[in-house]
């Protein structure tokens, strides 16, 4: 579509126009927006988008004042308002303006949408090894441990010191990258190599409304948690890594031979959405292969998330964006990022545990969790009990180790209670059976489970003068049950986009060991303490995980795109533990955990590799999935960033690698059935001759049915489509019934699994 033409007499005429609407006024309150724009209706006076946005802002600004000159130039101007020109992550730019600038704008030629400038929130030596990933077979070596492809990391920014940096081993950079190392008060480009091959920072956003949440303008981190997520993804081995003698080991990240480029956007926990438009605009004009995005944003619809926007962007060029569901808990609806074409990844447990050894007087031995930094053994001490941890009312417990009961919902309390007493530690029974995750403690302390706590009470009892030795910087492998979904991982479905079943999966999200910056404090125990590695928790570290298997499979399956990515991690997915039971969940009492917190399962890298079919989708097939969802035209355009599109053949019936069918109607006496239909269509990606067979898992009230029950695939690459039927009551009696569809190949070498999910939630009561 050619671009319409303005003789400049009369674009100048419109510019004035549009400025003399605006009457001066120091008490207008300026704010950050970010402004979707159709650059095909860019006037051809101007030489670039850029250009075309400066000029219009320039026009606003001159003429907002009186005291400012009436004429504009139509080349590029600098402007203080303006913000960011965006290219790829969307089309438009943000600024900087006030209530009549903002009117005047929306009334442009080429206005899309706008939306105002909002906040988000941030959401290993022995993950690896969980996750089956070795040097002799599997995904390591089929992939070359990720060989050549770029991680995009959008976080808090790098540590360059950190060993997990090292580019001894790694190949030279593809010609293909575009990225560079941007030198800046506090970090030098000479620190980048092959491993670290891009860095750079965005913070015009954050600077235009909370300046002094920047202290200095550099890509350098001082937090912690960009350094700890880039490393989880694509670390480099380093041998002898531990906190403070806690998870020993070899630390890598999941892809350890691909390169990371790290675009920092967090500043003291500040996010704005202007800062990751640009990092993932530059991003994508670098030319990674993978974003890792441990951050999110809580907004109600897919044309209001950034996330949404800008991943939909990284998608249409080959990007796989891993994304985080949040650590809002174990409540439905809390998931965020829901849109399609990202992976949402949840968080669980690994089976490691670090802590201290509990040594009774009698000799019996116990293992507490614990991450306590100070003095590694508090030798023979007296032990007392003190119910529920009311030391306040306790007496004669100075230079004594105590015992007391707490649950989760009051350890916290608990144990800041016990801190002020001048006690010499403290083993906290706590009413769950197995610990999730572990608190910063200053004084010497160790969690046990309810089983542990009955004997170290009955040994209390029995005992005239009761003793334990605490013994810390223990750790223990092997944990069974694990993996366990974590119950602070977010819960589905998804509030923005309710008819994809989200989280997608979930990965290592507790206590994962990863690389730290030298200058950031991990705790204290009369001093402070820094460490080269920290163990952190969230699903923060759950999405690096899973963006450094992406990069496993982009090595490995170069011609995939995002969505067969997606579909080969979800449908060979974990369903089971290591104990062969179905996979817990810390939220609800160990209880087996439902698609709604664990999406497809434990992401397993060595079968994602080899998964037999794939549910593939592309562009078209997302265009047709909005323009389903209700949206007005401005709102479609918002998300695709093209005035070009198709909506004759709209369809919710999206190729998704799993199913959500929701039975929420009213209840009636009467036995109403409900029918609801999906079609699917599978790619060959295994043997080329093979014949696969349907098996369902039984769902109680809800009835499912597959037709055909057998797709026989004469060739690779041969696409063949299927109907699965779900019948069911108008509402149905659970908040998440689950079920599976799976297709095994004759002679069992594949097994492709879709959870299916059936509920009568109602996102019209969510908050019920």
């Given at each position: 579509?050619?671009?319409?033409?303005?003789?400049?007499?009369?674009?100048?005429?419109?510019?004035?126009?549009?400025?003399?609407?605006?009457?001066?006024?120091?008490?207008?309150?300026?704010?950050?927006?970010?402004?979707?724009?159709?650059?095909?209706?860019?006037?051809?006076?101007?030489?670039?988008?850029?250009?075309?946005?400066?000029?219009?802002?320039?026009?606003?600004?001159?003429?907002?004042?009186?005291?400012?000159?009436?004429?504009?130039?139509?080349?590029?101007?600098?402007?203080?308002?303006?913000?960011?020109?965006?290219?790829?992550?969307?089309?438009?730019?943000?600024?900087?303006?006030?209530?009549?600038?903002?009117?005047?704008?929306?009334?442009?030629?080429?206005?899309?949408?706008?939306?105002?400038?909002?906040?988000?929130?941030?959401?290993?030596?022995?993950?690896?090894?969980?996750?089956?990933?070795?040097?002799?077979?599997?995904?390591?070596?089929?992939?070359?441990?990720?060989?050549?492809?770029?991680?995009?990391?959008?976080?808090?920014?790098?540590?360059?010191?950190?060993?997990?940096?090292?580019?001894?081993?790694?190949?030279?950079?593809?010609?293909?990258?575009?990225?560079?190392?941007?030198?800046?008060?506090?970090?030098?480009?000479?620190?980048?190599?092959?491993?670290?091959?891009?860095?750079?920072?965005?913070?015009?956003?954050?600077?235009?409304?909370?300046?002094?949440?920047?202290?200095?303008?550099?890509?350098?981190?001082?937090?912690?948690?960009?350094?700890?997520?880039?490393?989880?993804?694509?670390?480099?081995?380093?041998?002898?890594?531990?906190?403070?003698?806690?998870?020993?080991?070899?630390?890598?990240?999941?892809?350890?031979?691909?390169?990371?480029?790290?675009?920092?956007?967090?500043?003291?926990?500040?996010?704005?959405?202007?800062?990751?438009?640009?990092?993932?605009?530059?991003?994508?004009?670098?030319?990674?292969?993978?974003?890792?995005?441990?951050?999110?944003?809580?907004?109600?619809?897919?044309?209001?998330?950034?996330?949404?926007?800008?991943?939909?962007?990284?998608?249409?060029?080959?990007?796989?964006?891993?994304?985080?569901?949040?650590?809002?808990?174990?409540?439905?609806?809390?998931?965020?990022?829901?849109?399609?074409?990202?992976?949402?990844?949840?968080?669980?447990?690994?089976?490691?545990?670090?802590?201290?050894?509990?040594?009774?007087?009698?000799g019996a031995s116990i293992f507490g969790s614990s991450l306590f930094l100070g003095n590694s053994l508090v030798r023979k001490v007296p032990l007392v009990y003190v119910k529920d941890c009311e030391v306040n009312n306790a007496t004669n417990i100075s230079n004594k180790i105590i015992v007391?009961?707490?649950?989760?919902?009051?350890?916290?309390?608990?144990?800041?209670?016990?801190?002020?007493?001048?006690?010499?530690?403290?083993?906290?029974?706590?009413?769950?059976?197995?610990?999730?995750?572990?608190?910063?403690?200053?004084?010497?302390?160790?969690?046990?489970?309810?089983?542990?706590?009955?004997?170290?009470?009955?040994?209390?009892?029995?005992?005239?003068?009761?003793?334990?030795?605490?013994?810390?910087?223990?750790?223990?492998?092997?944990?069974?049950?694990?993996?366990?979904?974590?119950?602070?991982?977010?819960?589905?479905?998804?509030?923005?986009?309710?008819?994809?079943?989200?989280?997608?999966?979930?990965?290592?999200?507790?206590?994962?060991?990863?690389?730290?910056?030298?200058?950031?404090?991990?705790?204290?125990?009369?001093?402070?303490?820094?460490?080269?590695?920290?163990?952190?928790?969230?699903?923060?570290?759950?999405?690096?995980?899973?963006?450094?298997?992406?990069?496993?499979?982009?090595?490995?399956?170069?011609?995939?795109?995002?969505?067969?990515?997606?579909?080969?991690?979800?449908?060979?997915?974990?369903?089971?533990?290591?104990?062969?039971?179905?996979?817990?969940?810390?939220?609800?009492?160990?209880?087996?955990?439902?698609?709604?917190?664990?999406?497809?399962?434990?992401?397993?890298?060595?079968?994602?590799?080899?998964?037999?079919?794939?549910?593939?989708?592309?562009?078209?097939?997302?265009?047709?999935?909005?323009?389903?969802?209700?949206?007005?035209?401005?709102?479609?355009?918002?998300?695709?960033?093209?005035?070009?599109?198709?909506?004759?053949?709209?369809?919710?019936?999206?190729?998704?690698?799993?199913?959500?069918?929701?039975?929420?109607?009213?209840?009636?006496?009467?036995?109403?059935?409900?029918?609801?239909?999906?079609?699917?269509?599978?790619?060959?990606?295994?043997?080329?001759?093979?014949?696969?067979?349907?098996?369902?898992?039984?769902?109680?009230?809800?009835?499912?049915?597959?037709?055909?029950?057998?797709?026989?695939?004469?060739?690779?690459?041969e696409k063949l489509s299927y109907t699965l039927t779900l019948k069911g009551p108008r509402r149905v009696s659970s908040s998440a019934i689950k079920g599976s569809l799976t297709w095994v190949d004759n002679g069992g070498k594949y097994v492709v699994r879709s959870t299916i999910l059936a509920?009568?939630?109602?996102?019209?009561?969510?908050?019920?």
């Amino acid at each position: 579509m050619a671009s319409p033409s303005l003789p400049k007499h009369l674009l100048c005429f419109f510019l004035l126009s549009i400025s003399h609407l605006f009457t001066f006024s120091s008490s207008q309150e300026s704010q950050t927006y970010i402004i979707h724009m159709d650059v095909s209706a860019m006037p051809k006076v101007f030489s670039d988008h850029h250009s075309w946005y400066s000029a219009t802002l320039s026009s606003i600004s001159q003429h907002s004042s009186p005291t400012r000159a009436t004429t504009i130039a139509t080349d590029t101007t600098t402007n203080s308002n303006h913000i960011y020109t965006y290219t790829h992550a969307i089309h438009g730019f943000s600024a900087r303006l006030s209530p009549s600038e903002l009117s005047a704008l929306q009334s442009s030629p080429g206005f899309v949408s706008l939306v105002p400038d909002i906040r988000g929130e941030a959401a290993t030596t022995r993950t690896p090894r969980f996750l089956g990933l070795a040097s002799q077979s599997g995904a390591w070596p089929q992939s070359n441990y990720g060989e050549g492809v770029v991680i995009g990391v959008l976080d808090t920014g790098v540590w360059p010191e950190s060993k997990s940096y090292s580019d001894v081993g790694m190949p030279n950079i593809h010609s293909r990258w575009k990225g560079r190392c941007v030198s800046d008060s506090d970090f030098n480009a000479s620190m980048c190599n092959k491993k670290l091959i891009g860095v750079q920072y965005f913070n015009k956003g954050v600077l235009a409304d909370n300046p002094s949440a920047v202290s200095v303008n550099s890509s350098r981190d001082n937090d912690g948690h960009g350094t700890h997520t880039s490393t989880t993804a694509a670390g480099s081995f380093v041998k002898n890594a531990s906190f403070f003698g806690y998870a020993n080991g070899t630390a890598a990240g999941i892809a350890p031979l691909a390169h990371i480029a790290i675009y920092k956007v967090i500043w003291r926990g500040n996010i704005y959405a202007s800062d990751v438009y640009a990092a993932v605009d530059q991003a994508i004009r670098d030319g990674v292969d993978v974003i890792s995005l441990s951050l999110s944003f809580r907004t109600d619809f897919l044309y209001e998330d950034p996330l949404a926007i800008a991943s939909f962007a990284a998608m249409e060029r080959g990007i796989l964006v891993s994304c985080a569901a949040g650590n809002r808990g174990s409540n439905y609806w809390t998931v965020r990022s829901g849109m399609p074409w990202a992976v949402t990844v949840g968080a669980g447990t690994v089976d490691r545990e670090v802590g201290a050894t509990v040594t009774l007087g009698d000799g019996a031995s116990i293992f507490g969790s614990s991450l306590f930094l100070g003095n590694s053994l508090v030798r023979k001490v007296p032990l007392v009990y003190v119910k529920d941890c009311e030391v306040n009312n306790a007496t004669n417990i100075s230079n004594k180790i105590i015992v007391c009961n707490t649950n989760d919902n009051a350890v916290e309390g608990s144990i800041s209670e016990v801190g002020n007493a001048k006690v010499a530690g403290c083993i906290f029974i706590l009413s769950i059976s197995t610990i999730e995750t572990i608190i910063d403690i200053s004084y010497p302390a160790a969690f046990v489970t309810p089983e542990d706590g009955d004997i170290i009470l009955n040994y209390i009892n029995k005992s005239l003068n009761p003793t334990a030795t605490m013994n810390f910087q223990k750790t223990r492998l092997g944990l069974k049950p694990a993996p366990i979904l974590g119950g602070y991982s977010a819960r589905g479905p998804s509030p923005a986009c309710p008819s994809v079943l989200k989280p997608d999966i979930f990965a290592p999200g507790t206590l994962v060991l990863a690389a730290w910056p030298g200058r950031t404090r991990v705790g204290n125990y009369q001093q402070d303490y820094f460490s080269p590695f920290n163990i952190i928790w969230g699903t923060s570290m759950a999405t690096p995980h899973v963006a450094g298997v992406a990069a496993l499979l982009k090595r490995s399956h170069p011609e995939w795109s995002p969505a067969a990515i997606q579909s080969a991690m979800m449908t060979t997915a974990d369903s089971l533990d290591n104990t062969g039971m179905p996979i817990k969940d810390h939220a609800y009492g160990l209880d087996p955990a439902n698609p709604l917190g664990m999406g497809a399962g434990h992401i397993n890298p060595n079968k994602a590799m080899n998964p037999g079919l794939i549910y593939d989708a592309n562009r078209e097939d997302y265009v047709r999935f909005i323009c389903s969802l209700n949206f007005t035209d401005k709102e479609i355009k918002t998300i695709i960033r093209s005035f070009r599109y198709n909506c004759t053949s709209r369809s919710l019936d999206l190729n998704y690698p799993s199913f959500i069918a929701f039975f929420n109607g009213e209840e009636s006496s009467s036995n109403v059935t409900i029918t609801q239909l999906f079609r699917r269509t599978m790619t060959n990606v295994g043997d080329a001759l093979s014949t696969y067979t349907a098996k369902l898992a039984d769902m109680g009230e809800v009835k499912a049915s597959v037709k055909p029950s057998k797709l026989v695939f004469k060739r690779k690459n041969e696409k063949l489509s299927y109907t699965l039927t779900l019948k069911g009551p108008r509402r149905v009696s659970s908040s998440a019934i689950k079920g599976s569809l799976t297709w095994v190949d004759n002679g069992g070498k594949y097994v492709v699994r879709s959870t299916i999910l059936a509920s009568r939630l109602n996102i019209e009561n969510r908050f019920d």
